[in-house]
């Protein structure tokens, strides 16, 4: 049994561009959620999906997008990066919507903007 | 808006010694409160977890004690070793999505 990845495990952009993140859930699982996590802070949710739809969303502005692919896999993007979009961004998978139990949680990308 | 407080912001225990983390909720509707543990470069790891209509849940040296007239609750860590310092976060949820505190950094020394 698979746990979730996530690529890139780092990278660095520059204010105003746009990244793309990748994570592969759990095998088994059906739900992704995103989390942002401040250097020093719990994560924060950003939104999550479920059969390929934005099941739910957090405080946070529409330049953060994401996608579910048909093997649950998914994707955050964000665009117009800002200096604050630094942190660790964590996906977790898990088998039901209904509920957040039972998370788990990838390794994490470390986006830094400058 | 902070609905899960957590503290101490760091914690340093002597080896064998007891390991307490307090959090603090506001939403009663809340209906699961898990804590999970993370290492540098690692993601969190769910440790253990509890429902409000349980006071205290252990495993091994792992134990929730749960008050929901105070909506508090906190993990207690028996006989701490150097390998459980981690950062260690508590959480609260309704449906479909956690809330997590600030997070303790707990430093175990030998």
């Known amino acids: 049994e698979t746990g979730v990845t996530q690529s890139p495990t780092h990278l660095i952009k520059t204010r105003g561009q746009q990244v793309t993140l990748r994570c592969s859930s759990q095998?088994?699982?059906?739900?992704v959620s995103w989390y942002q996590q401040a250097l020093g802070q719990g994560p924060q949710f950003i939104f999550q999906?479920?059969?390929?739809?934005?099941?739910g969303r957090g405080n946070f502005p529409p330049r953060f997008s994401g996608l579910q692919f048909p093997n649950y896999s998914s994707e955050l993007n964000v665009n117009a990066l800002e200096l604050d979009d630094s942190a660790l961004y964590l996906c977790?998978?898990?088998?039901?919507?209904?509920?957040?139990?039972?998370?788990?949680f990838g390794a994490g990308s470390r986006l830094t903007v400058l | 808006q902070q609905q899960v407080k957590q503290s101490p912001q760091s914690l340093i225990v002597q080896k064998g010694g007891i390991s307490i983390i307090n959090c603090a909720y506001e939403?009663?509707?809340?209906?699961?409160f898990p804590w999970y543990q993370q290492f540098p470069g690692k993601g969190p790891a769910l440790l253990i977890a509890?429902?409000?209509?349980?006071s205290e849940k252990k495993e091994g040296r792992f134990t929730i004690s749960f008050n929901k007239s105070a909506k508090q609750f906190s993990l207690h860590i028996m006989d701490s070793q150097p390998g459980d310092s981690a950062t260690y976060f508590c959480?609260?949820?309704?449906?479909?999505?956690?809330?997590f505190g600030a997070g303790t950094r707990l430093t175990v020394k030998p």
């Open positions: 977790a998978s898990s088998w039901d919507r209904a509920g957040a139990n039972v998370l788990t």
């Open positions: 095998s088994g699982h059906n739900t």
């Open positions: 999906y479920y059969r390929e739809e934005e099941n």
């Open positions: 939403n009663t509707a809340f209906d699961y």
């Open positions: 509890i429902r409000p209509d349980v």
């Open positions: 959480a609260a949820s309704k449906t479909l999505y956690m809330r």
